[in-house]
């Protein structure tokens, strides 16, 4: 079985993910979006493996995998801050920061 | 080949084998690590009355102590014959690469560690509170807000968090697989989003300079790592060496090492800053607690740019034609654009990012002209620059950190007419570190301009040096308009108020005043040092 198919999934899901950051602004998405990329990768590092047929693409999935989880705690953490502030989670909103 | 001959292996049983991990080698990563998990228990075990004073003192000696095994380390690394200099070598079966170039930069950011630390514990500029809010949970301009202020609670975390981005920072410049320096950019950056949300005073400009970060930052990194996965598809394998190997033998499909290439460099020049990937730098210089932008202007560009530098000259350097043109273009925009938007900046520590942005291309410059061998190498011209613009950069925001009035920090430049009558010696000591971001003799600013040029004109790249010669040009004149600013400006009103520091700070502007000087007028030893240091060990 080629891998092309698996590699153009990963790359489909990888832009929706990229183009998701850019377009959506709720920042509780966008950082969805950023889970999809990674998810992204995930597939592409299993589908490299088995091309490959050894395991470090797999081992690296987990590793992405641990990864993510604590990126969701910061990026909670931070999300949440700003939403008891504010009442809004959206990126638009936060725009103080100006040249 | 069927999924069944990868997954489910004959099952002999064969015994495993217990990686070979050199510990001595590799002691001061995990000093710096253990020091943070030290950091962790004492917030959970010491009574919050002398919870702030443990943190600082176990920082502060656990830093200290891991300077010391570095210096242990570095005396001790093996030469390697080859036809370059090296020393060092691979450890923790291939995963971490501890050769000179890596002691090195584990030295020098143990250096801005220790020295951010310090700023990070001084409490006397704002009423015997530190920078850091009282309760990042309680809403800005809340009752809990101001109950935990009264009750002088205070978020002692932020000394475990700087430990945990300091050992990030390390094992960034240190790894030799692209899978344990993903890891590493992680936990460089995770603790670093949330100390930018900290601040005390300003606490929603901190908030959405944290949110901006860490949405950008996660971006980033997802870029890197889809980079490092059809690196992995075009290699083979993760490490440094073996894809090296691959790349100089021209395997596989030549599009996936192209877009794999593209893509981690996306990741690493967010991280360094350079443009068109530094529109977080501004935002997030000026929205974080003033201690933490000094950490992390300093260690976050050191560690990228030895990464970066080992990955394109270890793993990508048979692609060298493919990559150059690439940083050629980046670097041009970068150095012109950080010095002309500088110009228009009023806010002090907005201009000191947007510099941060020029030197980002200055640097890229060195990357851009490959010299290896004996002598004046690029690698060894970037580290003397990434060390004088470190020690300058926290000296400059430990400055920031001490002109104040009754909202907290004064960040705007008007604000700033007059500090040479207010306070002569902070005014001195800041227009030093600006000469030095300049690049004027004397300072370590322009002996590390000079090599990093020299270095790239050595290296063929001349159009590249004459660029930086004129954004240096640019930029020169937007920091004299500063200094004449600070001396011979009339003050706004009463004219800006400059606090009274602790003993902590003032040893931190004198520290850097003082390696700034060194490197400029003495810089033998220093730069015999980096040329000891020889090439990347894979």
């Given at each position: 079985m080629s891998v092309e198919p698996f590699i153009g999934l990963s790359a489909l899901l990888f832009t929706i993910g990229a183009v998701g950051v850019l377009v959506r602004r709720n920042a509780i998405v966008v950082f969805m979006c950023v889970e999809l990329m990674l998810n992204a990768c995930n597939l592409a590092f299993v589908t490299f493996a088995r091309a490959h047929g050894n395991l470090d693409g797999q081992v690296a999935a987990f590793f992405v995998m641990v990864v993510a989880a604590a990126e969701v705690v910061v990026g909670l953490a931070i999300i949440v801050s700003i939403f008891r502030t504010r009442r809004s989670a959206s990126v638009d909103d936060a725009s103080l920061l100006k040249l | 080949m069927s999924a069944v001959s990868v997954l489910a292996a004959p099952m002999a049983p064969s015994p495993i084998d217990a990686p070979d991990i050199d510990y001595a080698t590799i002691s001061p990563l995990l000093i710096v690590l253990g020091v943070a998990v030290a950091g962790v228990l004492v917030e959970a075990f010491v009574p919050r009355a002398y919870r702030f004073v443990t943190q600082v003192v176990v920082a502060v000696v656990g830093l200290v102590a891991a300077f010391g095994a570095t210096v242990w380390v570095a005396t001790d690394l093996p030469e390697v014959g080859g036809d370059v200099p090296a020393r060092g070598g691979p450890t923790a079966m291939g995963a971490l690469s501890v050769d000179g170039p890596a002691v090195f930069t584990w030295g020098m950011l143990l250096l801005f560690g220790v020295l951010g630390v310090l700023l990070f514990a001084e409490r006397r500029l704002d009423g015997g509170l530190s920078a850091f809010?009282?309760?990042?949970?309680?809403?800005?301009?809340?009752?809990?807000?101001?109950?935990?202020?009264?009750?002088?609670?205070?978020?002692?975390?932020?000394?475990?968090?700087?430990?945990?981005?300091?050992?990030?920072?390390?094992?960034?410049a240190t790894a030799n697989d692209l899978l344990a320096m993903f890891v590493a950019l992680e936990v460089l950056s995770l603790p670093l989003y949330l100390m930018c949300g900290l601040a005390r005073r300003r606490r929603l400009l901190s908030q959405e300079a944290a949110m901006k970060y860490f949405l950008l930052g996660a971006f980033s990194s997802a870029f890197f790592l889809y980079g490092i996965a059809l690196t992995y598809g075009y290699a083979g394998s993760f490490d440094l060496g073996e894809i090296s190997t691959a790349v100089s033998n021209r395997i596989g499909g030549e599009n996936l090492l192209l877009a794999g290439m593209a893509l981690i460099m996306v990741g690493l020049l967010f991280k360094v800053a350079a443009v068109p990937f530094h529109a977080w730098t501004p935002d997030v210089y000026q929205g974080a607690p003033t201690p933490v932008t000094a950490f992390m202007a300093a260690g976050t560009k050191a560690a990228a740019f030895v990464a970066m530098l080992r990955i394109f000259y270890v793993a990508f350097d048979g692609a060298?034609?493919?990559?150059?043109?690439?940083?050629?273009?980046?670097?041009?925009?970068?150095?012109?654009?950080?010095?002309?938007?500088?110009?228009?900046?009023?806010?002090?520590?907005?201009?000191?990012?947007?510099?941060?942005?020029?030197?980002?291309?200055?640097?890229?410059?060195?990357?851009?002209?490959?010299?290896t061998g004996t002598g004046l190498t690029s690698l060894s011209a970037i580290l003397f620059y990434l060390l004088a613009y470190?020690?300058?950069?926290?000296?400059?925001?430990?400055?920031?950190?001490?002109?104040?009035?009754?909202?907290?920090?004064?960040?705007?430049?008007?604000?700033?007419?007059?500090?040479?009558?207010?306070?002569?010696?902070?005014?001195?000591?800041?227009?030093?570190?600006?000469?030095?971001?300049?690049?004027?003799?004397?300072?370590?600013?322009?002996?590390?301009?000079?090599?990093?040029?020299?270095?790239?004109?050595?290296?063929?790249?001349?159009?590249?040096?004459?660029?930086?010669?004129?954004?240096?040009?640019?930029?020169?004149?937007?920091?004299?308009?500063?200094?004449?600013?600070?001396?011979?400006?009339?003050?706004?009103?009463?004219?800006?108020?400059?606090?009274?520091?602790?003993?902590?700070?003032?040893?931190?502007?004198?520290?850097?005043?003082?390696?700034?000087?060194?490197?400029?007028?003495?810089?033998?030893?220093?730069?015999?040092?980096?040329?000891?240091?020889?090439?990347?060990?894979?």
């Open positions: - | 809010t009282s309760q990042a949970s309680t809403p800005p301009g809340s009752t809990d807000e101001r109950r935990a202020t009264q009750l002088r609670i205070e978020h002692s975390e932020v000394f475990p968090l700087a430990v945990f981005a300091l050992g990030g920072m390390m094992f960034f060298r034609w493919d990559w150059t043109p690439v940083v050629w273009g980046v670097a041009i925009v970068t150095m012109l654009f950080g010095a002309v938007v500088s110009i228009a900046q009023t806010d002090v520590k907005r201009m000191l990012a947007y510099s941060s942005i020029a030197h980002a291309g200055f640097v890229l410059v060195g990357l851009a002209g490959v010299v470190g020690v300058a950069v926290i000296g400059a925001f430990a400055v920031v950190m001490l002109v104040r009035d009754a909202g907290g920090e004064t960040t705007h430049l008007g604000r700033w007419a007059g500090l040479g009558k207010e306070s002569p010696l902070l005014a001195i000591a800041f227009t030093l570190f600006l000469l030095s971001f300049a690049g004027i003799p004397l300072t370590g600013g322009f002996i590390s301009k000079w090599s990093v040029f020299a270095a790239a004109w050595e290296g063929g790249a001349w159009p590249l040096v004459v660029v930086g010669v004129v954004a240096s040009a640019i930029a020169l004149f937007f920091y004299v308009r500063v200094v004449v600013l600070l001396f011979f400006a009339a003050p706004q009103g009463d004219g800006p108020t400059v606090a009274v520091p602790s003993p902590l700070t003032s040893s931190v502007v004198v520290v850097a005043a003082a390696v700034t000087i060194v490197l400029g007028v003495l810089p033998g030893p220093v730069l015999e040092l980096v040329q000891q240091v020889g090439a990347f060990v894979r």
